[in-house]
């Protein structure tokens, strides 16, 4: 069956550092994937997407890479902060042979940026 | 704010009760979603609108009954529900459907307990 992993522990690292988050899937072979951000008591937020021919997107201190091969996505935050502090989801939409795309989430990795 | 409200932000109800939840969104989007999150679980999809017309019903049991009178509202009439039905209901919109590189916009979620 389909399956994306995300590590479910938290990730703890100190202000300043770079935090790379991981996106394993099985089963699957998708044509889009996103990456979206979710604060306590809030719904997620869309943060970045990159397409299957794309290796890497950036945006701002933000890094995505897509490898196919693996079947993994890297979600890197550069310099980060105490604010860059929440839960972060990958989704995964694959090309439909009818009907339309459909994006499957992450159970999302928690992120805590010590000061 | 994202541009998608929901109301109530919080939700208790017994096993007999009848009540509903609303979701407006001010993006001019066509398509609209309910998702229920749990705990440790990834967001699961549970019903989709395309221009008012439901286009998935994700196997989600009858005690949940969607409407959707015109593209910017969207609400889940929920009936005789189960405590294990006690989650974070998000509801989410997009410009359109059948595109790869749809962004969900989300609203803040409704949390609903069930005693």
């Known amino acids: 069956s389909q399956k994306i992993e995300q590590n479910s522990e938290a990730l703890n690292i100190q202000e300043g550092k770079t935090a790379t988050l991981t996106c394993n899937y099985t089963?699957?072979?998708?044509?889009?994937l996103q990456w979206y951000r979710q604060d306590p008591g809030r719904g997620p937020v869309f943060l970045l997407l990159?397409?299957?021919?794309?290796k890497e997107k950036r945006k701002e201190r933000l890094k995505v890479t897509f490898d196919t091969t693996l079947k993994q996505s890297l979600f890197h935050i550069t310099a980060s902060q105490p604010a860059d502090s929440a839960t972060y989801l990958c989704?995964?939409?694959?090309?439909?042979?009818?009907?339309?795309?459909?994006?499957?989430f992450g159970t999302g990795t928690r992120l805590k940026v010590l000061a | 704010e994202t541009g998608v409200t929901q109301t109530p932000r919080h939700l208790v109800m017994g096993m007999t009760n009848k009540k509903s939840l609303k979701c407006e969104q001010h993006?001019?989007?066509?398509?609209m979603y309910w998702y229920k999150q749990s705990a440790k679980k990834p967001l699961e999809l549970m019903f989709v609108?395309?221009?008012?017309?439901?286009?998935e019903n994700n196997s989600v049991p009858s005690r949940f009954s969607p409407e959707c009178p015109n593209s910017s509202h969207l609400f889940l009439h929920l009936h005789t529900l189960q405590p294990e039905d006690s989650a974070l209901y998000l509801c989410?919109?997009?410009?359109?459907?059948?595109?790869?590189?749809?962004?969900?916009?989300f609203g803040a979620g409704s949390r609903l307990t069930v005693l």
């Open positions: 989410a919109s997009s410009q359109e459907l059948g595109v790869g590189a749809n962004v969900l916009t």
């Open positions: 089963n699957y072979s998708p044509a889009y």
């Open positions: 990159i397409r299957e021919n794309e």
């Open positions: 989704a995964l939409a694959r090309t439909p042979v009818t009907g339309t795309y459909k994006y499957i």
């Open positions: 993006l001019g989007h066509n398509a």
């Open positions: 609108y395309n221009f008012k017309e439901q286009t």
